[in-house]
């Protein structure tokens, strides 16, 4: 069992930045993928970013590209998403997830954490 805890989330004016935070437990973290997703009102969940377990392979969604980082401490147990060059469109609640697939498609993460908002004001 893996336990997820987020945190870094809050209000921004677009253009501005955060950090979002994801401290794991239960689990030997190294061996996880870790991933952020988010969910808009309305809308989706949706993908934004993924690393390894090594930190050595990231992704991130089309929308985020160049604006978002994703990075991983393994010492700490935590995962970390820089956020840079908000847009009001980012605005949701992030989530982190963790799997012990390599690759894993969305229906892989098996693990969750409670979310954190993201607002950022036009």
């Known amino acids: 069992q893996v336990h997820l805890a987020e945190s870094g989330g809050g209000l921004v004016q677009a253009g501005g930045s955060l950090r979002l935070s994801c401290a794991a437990s239960g689990r030997t973290f190294s061996y996880l993928t870790m991933g952020w997703f988010r969910q808009a009102p309305g809308k989706d969940r949706e993908f934004v970013s993924a690393?390894?377990?090594?930190?050595?392979?990231?992704n991130y969604a089309d929308s985020v590209k160049g604006r978002f980082t994703i990075s991983r401490d393994n010492a700490k147990n935590t995962v970390y998403l820089q956020m840079n060059s908000l847009k009001p469109e980012d605005t949701a609640v992030y989530y982190c997830?963790?799997?012990?697939?390599?690759?894993?498609?969305?229906?892989?993460?098996?693990?969750w954490g409670q979310g954190t908002q993201v607002t950022v004001s036009s």
């Open positions: 997830a963790a799997s012990d697939t390599p690759t894993p498609h969305e229906y892989e993460y098996d693990y």
């Open positions: 690393i390894n377990w090594s930190g050595g392979g990231t």
